[in-house]
């Protein structure tokens, strides 16, 4: 998808849309605990969903778009149409534009199609993501307001180690005390005998629980909000199990596009740990037991 680059909203429309739509009106709409969000009514009745934040913060919006953009690319799945993005030095605000989904009743076999469509995801060519490695992305992105780094690696294990699980532990360092410590080395250096290197790199949506799709206007799902790289397509599945569990029909489906390699149960909360993880980080002592948890299970 092409995007405009532009130096404000109203400069964005009228490169979008021409110089004779201008904006009716405005109103919040959800957007989560990052950014604001506003739906902008046009004069021609079309309607726009802008997020937007501090300037500061424009690289969000670089790295959501990149995300989309990622995601559109596969033809497997839909994502909202991007129009435009940039920074307003005039109002200190930096901003993403894209199509207002309006949501539509589910189609009846909803889940049979998402989980269908994302082991189609998963199983498209990543060649193009990732220049020098198999793992990883070409850009570093955010895992929610947190930066997620994306070098590329050969082997998903040590990947999964140097750039999500590591870099987590050293950002939470002041939660565990010195047997904490030892036990989150020790499950390090058991990593490459906890998980398997996959049959084939995908292209993960990074952040994927049911906050993180919508319904479409064809009634099918449209991811929203990613933090895409190239993993193991278990990375993906163990998180639409962390915050409930999608239906049953979801994982049917996609195991009957891309079969589930078998051990999955046993790797799963391993890799929410990463998660787990980004909210100790995010919001605190309160996600402090559950990485415990996983910590000690595996060790």
């Not at 005039?90 to 889940?111: C, D, Q, W, Y």
């Not at 906890?194 to 084939?200: D, F, N, S, V, Y």
Request: aromatic fraction near 14%; charged fraction near 20%.
């Amino acid at each position: 998808m092409t995007i405009f680059e532009v130096n404000s909203i109203e400069e964005g429309i009228k490169e979008y849309y021409g110089d004779s739509v201008t904006v009716l009106h405005s109103y919040t709409v959800g957007g989560g605990d990052i950014n604001d969000a506003n739906c902008l009514k046009l004069s021609n009745g079309e309607l726009v969903f802008v997020k937007s934040n501090s300037i500061t913060n424009k690289d969000f919006f670089v790295a959501e778009a990149t995300s989309l953009n990622a995601i559109e690319s596969t033809n497997s799945i839909k994502v909202p149409k991007l129009l435009f993005r940039g920074a307003d030095s005039t109002s200190g605000k930096a901003f993403l534009a894209m199509e207002f989904v309006i949501e539509a009743p589910r189609v009846h076999n909803f889940s049979e199609k998402f989980g269908q469509s994302l082991a189609s995801m998963h199983n498209a060519d990543t060649s193009s993501f990732v220049s020098r490695g198999k793992y990883g992305f070409d850009t570093n992105n955010f895992i929610g307001a947190t930066k997620q780094l994306n070098r590329p690696k050969d082997s998903w294990t040590d990947f999964f180690r140097e750039c999500r699980i590591e870099p987590q532990f050293m950002m939470a360092e002041k939660y565990f005390d010195k047997t904490s410590i030892k036990k989150i080395i020790k499950l390090l250096d058991k990593l490459p005998d906890l998980l398997i290197e996959p049959k084939h790199p995908s292209l993960l949506h990074g952040d994927l629980w049911s906050g993180n799709y919508i319904v479409g206007s064809d009634g099918e799902a449209w991811l929203i909000d990613p933090a895409v790289y190239v993993g193991h397509a278990e990375a993906d599945l163990a998180m639409t199990e962390l915050f409930g569990r999608f239906p049953t029909a979801f994982y049917e489906s996609y195991s009957f596009v891309n079969p589930i390699e078998p051990g999955y149960e046993d790797r799963r909360d391993l890799y929410n740990l990463y998660h787990m993880l980004n909210h100790l980080n995010l919001f605190g002592s309160s996600y402090h037991s559950a990485v415990i948890g996983i910590v000690n299970y595996y060790v």
